[in-house]
């Protein structure tokens, strides 16, 4: 019974040990990690949005009212962009639904209403067919364009040339960006009035 008792309390301190450990380590590695991400979500909004510096995010309450309407349902972040205290667009976080899943974009809309970026976040698209939507070349499409209405697939009657064999995909990501672009259109939530 003795024996017992203290190979219990061997693997109690063990335990205990470890556990202390593994709390410091993740103490001092959830900084570096939290402020990595700070780091790469910083350049991915000026990747789309260049022409901001500072970027101001909505509260999780005035994104829920943009969200109210349905068109806006699929934007679940939304940030102001400015410079030298002028605003210059937005960014939004975009989710629609793809063939495979959702697709998670950030959108850059300029003052001008024309798009300023558009990256793919994440995706669960098929590789070599629906994950072409996630590449520079395809998503260069949308940029300085937008202005004059909605974005559409040519087997829709738009301007945007669809992934071959990934049509759904590709209607994914220009509803998406549709979204942002109504959202900065149609709701003066770039200061002026919404047109």
């Not at 693997?11 to 990595?36: H, M, N, P």
């Not at 022409?51 to 309450?61: C, M, S």
């Not at 005035?62 to 309407?69: F, K, R």
């Not at 004059?148 to 064999?165: L, M, R, Y």
Request: glycine share 14%; net charge neutral; with cysteine.
């Amino acid at each position: 019974m003795g024996k017992t008792i203290k190979l219990g309390l061997v693997l109690l301190l063990v335990c205990a040990i470890s556990g202390g450990v593994l709390s410091a380590v993740y103490g001092v590695t959830s900084k570096i990690i939290d402020e990595r991400k700070a780091k790469e979500q910083a350049q991915s909004m000026r990747a789309v949005l260049p022409a901001g510096t500072d970027f101001v995010a909505l509260t999780p309450e005035e994104v829920a009212e943009y969200q109210a309407d349905a068109k806006f349902k699929e934007i679940d972040a939304i940030y102001t962009g400015s410079a030298d205290g002028e605003v210059k667009g937005l960014v939004a976080r975009v989710a629609p639904t793809g063939y495979g899943g959702k697709i998670t974009l950030l959108v850059g809309i300029g003052t001008d209403l024309n798009v300023a970026g558009v990256i793919v976040v994440s995706h669960t698209e098929t590789a070599g067919l629906g994950s072409e939507v996630s590449r520079e070349p395809w998503l260069a499409q949308f940029v300085g364009k937008g202005a004059s209405g909605a974005f559409a697939v040519n087997k829709d009657g738009g301007e945007i040339q669809a992934v071959s064999s990934a049509t759904i995909s590709s209607r994914a990501v220009v509803r998406g960006v549709n979204a942002v672009r109504d959202l900065a259109a149609t709701t003066g939530i770039l200061g002026g009035a919404s047109r």
